[in-house]
């Protein structure tokens, strides 16, 4: 089955610096790659996603590379800013089983005025 | 639009109790649905899935139940609750797209 690791486990940065969480998968038939941000006690929410025949997409301040050959996927936060605290986990799976994500073990980001 | 509720919103209770969760979603037909749990600073585990009424796959296997008796309701059961049951529960829902999470449970087993 699908393993996904993700790093670091957590993060501080300094308001308006940028922010990377990587994450690797090993299951090659994956080709859907979600991100999601939990902030304190709620659920988690889709913030972007990305598909295996894509190799980077962008919404606003975030961002999503994708490596196939390599099997890793990473995200990018650019500005940030005190509300990007949150924790962020990465997923995959095959698209055709949209919903059974296997989940990385997540990323505290901290960010600081 | 698509809501999905989820309650109750925490819930405490006894080692050897039952339980159950209700998750119902509105404004589609014939989601597939979900329950993952999540441990104290832990990541996201399916637990179970459900692709119809009355179809469900169990992805771990606990001490744990689902049912799905109508197309947009999905109740996770337990006869006796371990302490190790401790958790955030949450029913997700999804059709051809992206899988998207109800507000969940506390659930303390005490």
């Known amino acids: 089955g699908e393993n996904v690791e993700q790093h670091p486990s957590t993060l501080s940065v300094q308001e308006g610096d940028s922010a990377v969480i990587k994450c690797t998968y090993s299951d090659s038939a994956s080709n859907y790659f979600p991100w999601y941000k939990q902030e304190l006690g709620k659920r988690p929410q889709l913030i972007i996603d990305i598909r295996s025949n894509v190799g980077e997409k962008k919404d606003q301040r975030i961002a999503v590379t994708l490596n196939k050959t390599a099997k890793h996927f990473s995200l990018h936060i650019t500005e940030t800013q005190p509300e990007d605290s949150a924790v962020y986990f990465c997923a995959a799976v095959e698209e055709e089983s949209w919903g059974k994500l296997q989940f990385g073990a997540g990323t505290q980001v901290v960010v600081t005025p | 639009s698509q809501t999905i509720h989820q309650w109750p919103a925490t819930l405490v209770q006894p080692v050897g109790s039952p339980l159950s969760l209700e998750c119902t979603v509105e404004?589609?037909?014939?989601?597939?649905l979900y329950w993952y749990r999540q441990a104290a600073g832990r990541g996201l585990q399916l637990l179970f899935y459900?692709?119809?009424?009355?179809?469900i796959s169990s992805e771990v296997p606990q001490n744990l139940s689902a049912s799905r008796p109508q197309d947009r309701q999905f109740i996770l059961s337990s006869k006796k609750l371990l302490l190790s049951d401790s958790g955030f529960y949450l029913c997700?829902?999804?059709?051809?797209?992206?899988?998207?999470f109800g507000n969940g449970t506390r659930l303390t087993v005490t």
């Open positions: 404004g589609t037909s014939n989601p597939n």
């Open positions: 459900s692709v119809g009424i009355g179809q």
């Open positions: 997700a829902w999804s059709l051809t797209g992206p899988l998207h």
